[in-house]
């Protein structure tokens, strides 16, 4: 990877990462607790544009649980959800509706963790699992999907990859 390249992909990456601590600060009601729509979350379908995402939205998570007053635990296993997700969907992005289900997943499987164990929430995991699932779908499955459509022509552009959508 040439000097060019390097400093496009770090771009990118500060970018996302920006973009989704934005995100979680803006909408911070709704992004952080046992029930919550992580409005960020729709940029985990990122991934699919740009290996650049990846760290991105790590780092993005990483920032937003810091600032937005989380416990140790919740920084680091919702930010390590986060990068699994991205991950997934970066080693899924032939396949745009595969690409949603790693960050879905990897959240219904650790947030209600670190909420239960970390936080003390006294509500039975599987319950926890609803609501964090049905926060991930409505943020990744229908934001991510909505914003996967929008890009789908332009995305290619915006973040140089020299490769066709569409």
């Known amino acids: 990877m040439n000097t060019r390249n390097k400093t496009l992909f770090l771009a990118q990456a500060a970018l996302i990462a920006a973009a989704y601590t934005v995100l979680c ?3 911070a009601p709704i992004s ?3 029930i919550q729509v992580r409005i960020a979350e729709a940029l985990v379908i990122l991934p699919f544009f740009t290996p650049a995402a990846v760290p991105g939205l790590f780092v993005g998570c990483l920032l937003s649980n810091i ?3 989380s416990i140790l635990l919740d920084v680091i296993g919702g930010s390590i959800a986060t990068l699994i997700g991205a991950v997934g ?8 509706v595969l690409i949603l289900l790693p960050p879905i ?3 219904v499987l650790i947030v209600p963790l670190v909420l239960r ?7 039975p995991i599987p ?5 964090v699932g049905i926060g991930e779908v409505v943020a990744v499955g229908v934001l991510g999907s909505v914003l996967l459509k929008a890009l789908e022509k332009s995305g ?3 973040f140089r990859t020299g490769r066709r959508v569409c």
């Open 67 to 69: 600032l937005g007053g």
């Open 32 to 34: 952080y607790g046992e």
């Open 25 to 27: 600060m803006v909408f």
């Open 156 to 158: 290619a552009a915006i």
């Open 117 to 123: 164990y970390g936080y003390g929430t006294n509500l």
């Open 105 to 107: 997943l990897a959240n």
């Open 127 to 131: 319950f926890l699992m609803l609501t």
């Open 89 to 96: 969907s970066w080693y899924l992005r032939r396949n745009k």
